[in-house]
């Protein structure tokens, strides 16, 4: 009888020497796809494992499901491993990599979806990413924002926030994870005492405007007295640290492609910090 779990069967358990030359010279099209084509996998993996779960609870067979997780796991393992040799060729994906819940995918993505020459600046780049609040996307009108990178942006964002309280490696030292966690911390301590004192409460106005809740819904609650509820105050900061990020990327980048100095950075003019929040990790080498 053979076995459908064997690594013959499944077969995708080793990426050949001239899959990992061809990852290195992969276009940022491919890649793209790539990146996209990972999270697909990673979401019918999820859904096989439930499957698989399911199918044990109940004493039912479940072979093929296992045979399923099995090889959509095998294939998001390649494609990140994939996309790891295909970031390790460009500087700005190996910064990005450095920190702390990014990993090779999501700096993949960044370097596949951002173009330097055409990205003329950090505030573009955010609303190419979907976190300008401003930009509201109607029916029938074109798409204000890349929809992948903002998939991007958003796992960046709950990356940060499950590595915030990553421990240290040593005394006196920090994980970059945790430098990008701090800061969400504070934001959202920020946005809740901001919630508390009422000045929010033209977003709660706002939120009432756009969408029609239930009046025994938690939402409802908030908003018709003028306060967001904590599930709208923890994504407005989650939004804020991802475009802090996002903004020393770009940094980052911008350094690597034009070999010269970033100009007045993002946080200073819009973040709503004072003091310059120099990039984790990046020392330009001019």
């Known amino acids: 009888m053979v076995n459908i779990f064997s690594e013959e069967v499944i077969g995708l358990d080793r990426i050949t020497n001239d899959l990992k030359n061809a990852a290195r010279k992969l276009s940022d099209r491919e890649s793209r796809y790539l990146v ?22 109940a004493d039912e067979p479940g072979e093929w499901t296992k045979y399923m997780f099995s090889n959509l796991k095998s294939i998001e393992n390649q494609l ?13 994906s190996v910064w990005a990599k450095e920190i702390t819940g990014v990993g090779p995918v999501i700096s993949a993505g960044l370097k596949a979806h951002i173009d330097m020459e055409k990205t003329t600046s950090v505030s573009s780049l955010h609303r190419f990413a979907g976190l300008d609040p401003t930009v509201e ?19 960046i964002g709950e990356s940060i926030i499950k590595v915030q309280n990553k421990e240290e490696p ?21 946005e809740h005492a901001r919630n508390a004192a009422g000045d929010l409460a033209d977003q709660a106005e706002d939120a009432l405007k756009k969408k029609s809740y ?8 908030h908003y018709s007295k003028g306060k967001l509820p904590d599930a709208h105050i923890h994504s407005r900061a989650r939004r804020w640290v991802s ?8 940094h980052v980048a911008y350094e690597i492609h034009h070999e010269k100095p970033h100009p007045r ?11 310059f929040i120099a990039p984790p990790n990046w020392s330009p080498n001019w």
């Not at 040593?170 to 920020?190: A, I, L």
């Open 243 to 250: 475009k802090l990020f996002l903004s020393h990327y770009y």
């Open 137 to 155: 996307w109607t029916k029938g009108k074109k798409r204000p924002h890349n929809a992948q990178l903002k998939v991007i942006a958003f796992k």
């Open 214 to 221: 239930g009046k025994d819904t938690i939402a409802y609650k």
């Open 80 to 92: 990140k491993s994939a996309l790891d040799l295909y970031g390790d060729q460009h500087e700005s």
């Open 36 to 57: 996209d084509y990972y999270y697909q996998m990673q979401d019918y993996r999820i859904r096989a494992a439930a499957q698989e779960r399911e199918a044990r609870k």
């Open 265 to 275: 950075p993002w946080v200073i003019e819009h973040g709503g910090h004072k003091d």
């Open 170 to 190: 040593s005394k006196g030292s920090e994980v970059p994870g945790t430098f990008y966690g701090r800061f969400f911390v504070e934001r959202k301590e920020m």
